[in-house]
């Protein structure tokens, strides 16, 4: 994978035969009390490894979309103007600097229902962000999120209950554990695989190294641990990468195998 563009919003990937444009939506600050031990208690302590801004963990927030110059999909959509913060809704800054039109996203892939994933599919004035939008996909544990604000795209709704091909080249792989739908994405190329996921991991400077801490905000956190183990052993084959939303932008790594834990290695400096 091999970086060809960046800017104060996007970096764009050459992979294989494929595109993948990481979009910075902005970032969230949240305290690091959501941080949970394997018995769902509070850490005790934060490792000075861990930056704060200020008193807060600083969590990125970014989008992906993927192409095959004929074909493509919007992995994520991000906050919109929900969120009330000046520091979210960036993503259709992000899709015009990287020289994407937003009538030409067909697809969009959803990774769960919390806000700050699925409400960019509505722009701040109300109207329909893509006007040309075919389908949403979203872990069938998560279609309640389409109701009120997000009613109007119900329709184009494709509920994901199983592993299942999304296009000749993403297959949605249902991991359950933050909310019941939490869904990843597994991009393939001629060079290997892309998986991108929502809220597998929120802090990486953290739950690389000690996959085991957890987020408050986890439905299930016993159930979003596993699937959090699982993908990073699959993670350390050859040829696999990560796009992660909550990684810091552009989010796009490798993983490597590091005594207990595991080693995080970006392919692109942090933007933004």
Do not use: C
């Not at 939506?25 to 200020?54: C, H, N, Q, S």
């Not at 999304?166 to 990843?184: F, L, Q």
């Not at 929120?202 to 699982?230: C, I, K, M, Y």
Request: no cysteine; charged share 20%.
């Amino acid at each position: 994978m091999r970086l060809i563009s960046s800017g104060r919003h996007h970096a764009t990937f050459e992979f294989g035969d494929l595109q993948v444009t990481s979009l910075r939506d902005g970032y969230i600050d949240m305290p690091p009390t959501r941080l949970r031990d394997e018995d769902g208690r509070t850490l005790d302590e934060l490792p000075g490894a861990v930056p704060l801004a200020g008193d807060n963990l600083r969590l990125s927030v970014n989008a992906f979309f993927v192409t095959d110059g004929t074909r493509s999909v919007l992995i994520d959509t991000g906050a919109s103007n929900v969120w009330h913060d000046p520091t979210m809704g960036l993503i259709y800054d992000a899709l015009d600097e990287a020289g994407i039109d937003r009538a030409q996203v067909t697809d969009v892939a959803i990774t769960h229902k919390h806000e700050d994933h699925v409400s960019g599919l509505i722009a701040p004035d109300g109207s329909q962000a893509f006007t040309k939008l075919e389908r949403v996909w979203i872990g069938a544990g998560d279609t309640s999120v389409f109701t009120g604000r997000l009613g109007p795209i119900r329709d184009r709704v494709v509920p994901v209950s199983e592993k299942v091909a999304i296009n000749d080249w993403t297959t949605a792989i249902p991991t359950p554990g933050h909310t019941p739908g939490h869904t990843v994405y597994d991009v393939r190329s001629g060079t290997g695989h892309l998986l991108v996921w929502g809220d597998t991991v929120h802090v990486p400077t953290l739950q690389f190294d000690q996959p085991n801490v957890s987020w408050e905000l986890d439905g299930n956190q016993p159930q979003a641990r596993a699937a959090r183990a699982a993908l990073l052993e699959q993670l350390t084959q050859p040829h696999h990468f990560v796009a992660g939303a909550h990684l810091d932008s552009p989010g796009v790594a490798r993983v490597t195998p590091s005594g207990d834990g595991y080693t995080l290695e970006y392919l692109a400096p942090p933007i933004g």
